[in-house]
């Protein structure tokens, strides 16, 4: 039975991501490919026309439940009955990879989970998108991290954590001396701790949304952390210069909320 459901997790994984670096392969042989994508408001392949691109990417320009999204206080329902995010991480071997678009880090053996209404979540990989993707009262900080989990039904849950410019941040001083030469093939970087990355609060948003890259599925649980972070200038333009031109700059802008429910988590009595 475990190693069923490992098997399916394996299957799971691999669909998943391999759904994702499409247009990264595209981007890494540097051909003019149909299935690229930009950032570039305004232009042809830009994110108001992702949607028209590919047949499979159509809910990018038509889904209601599109992420990133603006979390605005006044809009959001505070509740102490989602309870406290569980997170249970562990150590373990992970490879780097840029996928053109952006720079991932993929765990291979178990790094642990979160769960989520009494459903467990596993980690499999995190990215970092520079400006952020989600902004705080039409804030935009300067890079924002996703942590993908997956459950074993191929569900997504996505933490994302902000970071304004400031202190550097320990978890990205670790991985950045292998960014410099990352390529389109993996490359180990050892035992990473994801228990290493700080929340720095217990509030956290909710909300049902989208992968914010295409294909842009929709069905993703996100859990935003209300506490903005700092990592240093010189950690974000590492990563903006080891990603592929023209993603230097890779934030989808916010997409509309269209009546959706977002809860803000905080601890005790409100
Ligand atoms: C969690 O469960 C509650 C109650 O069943 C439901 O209303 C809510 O949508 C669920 N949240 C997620 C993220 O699945
Ligand atoms: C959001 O920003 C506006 C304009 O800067 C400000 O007036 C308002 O108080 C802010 N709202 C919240 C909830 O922070
Ligand atoms: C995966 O998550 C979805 C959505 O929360 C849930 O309906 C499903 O039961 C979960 N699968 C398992 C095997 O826990």
């Known amino acids: 039975m475990a190693t069923q459901t ?5 299957l799971l994984t691999s669909l998943l991501l391999s759904s994702l670096p499409i247009t990264t392969r595209a981007a890494a042989s540097e051909l003019e490919d149909e299935h ?8 042809e392949k830009g994110p108001e026309h992702w949607g028209e691109i590919d047949p499979h990417w159509r809910v990018c320009g038509n889904g209601e439940m599109q992420s990133p999204i ?4 006044k809009r959001v329902e505070v509740v102490s009955g989602l309870g406290k995010l569980k997170r249970d991480y ?8 840029n996928r053109g678009h952006d720079i991932m880090i993929e765990w291979k053996g178990d790094a642990g989970k979160i769960n989520i209404n009494r459903t467990d979540y596993y980690l499999k990989q995190c990215h970092w998108h520079s400006p952020s993707e989600h902004t705080f009262n039409k804030s935009r900080y300067n890079l924002e991290l996703h942590l993908v989990h997956i459950n074993s039904s191929g569900r ?3 933490i994302g954590i902000t970071y304004k410019y ?5 978890f990205l001083a670790r991985l950045i001396p292998y960014f410099g030469s990352v390529g389109s093939v993996e490359n180990d970087v050892g035992i990473i701790n994801p228990g290493d990355i700080k929340f720095g609060s217990r509030k956290y948003y909710r909300y049902m949304g989208s992968l914010t890259v295409p294909p842009c599925t929709e069905g993703v649980i996100w859990t935003m952390v209300k506490k903005v972070r700092t990592a240093s200038e ?3 333009r590492a990563i903006r210069d080891a990603v ?3 993603f230097e700059q890779n934030a989808r802008p916010t997409q509309q909320q269209n009546g959706r429910t977002v809860l803000l988590y905080t601890p005790g009595p409100l």
Do not use: C, K, W
């Open 6 to 10: 490992n098997l399916l997790l394996v």
């Open 156 to 158: 997504i849950a996505v």
């Open 36 to 43: 690229e994508f930009t950032y570039e408001e305004g232009s």
């Open 244 to 246: 592929h031109d023209g």
């Open 166 to 170: 400031g202190r550097h941040d320990p």
């Open 234 to 236: 010189e950690q974000v």
């Open 70 to 73: 603006d979390l605005l206080d």
């Open 90 to 97: 562990r150590p373990a071997p992970a490879a780097v990879m």
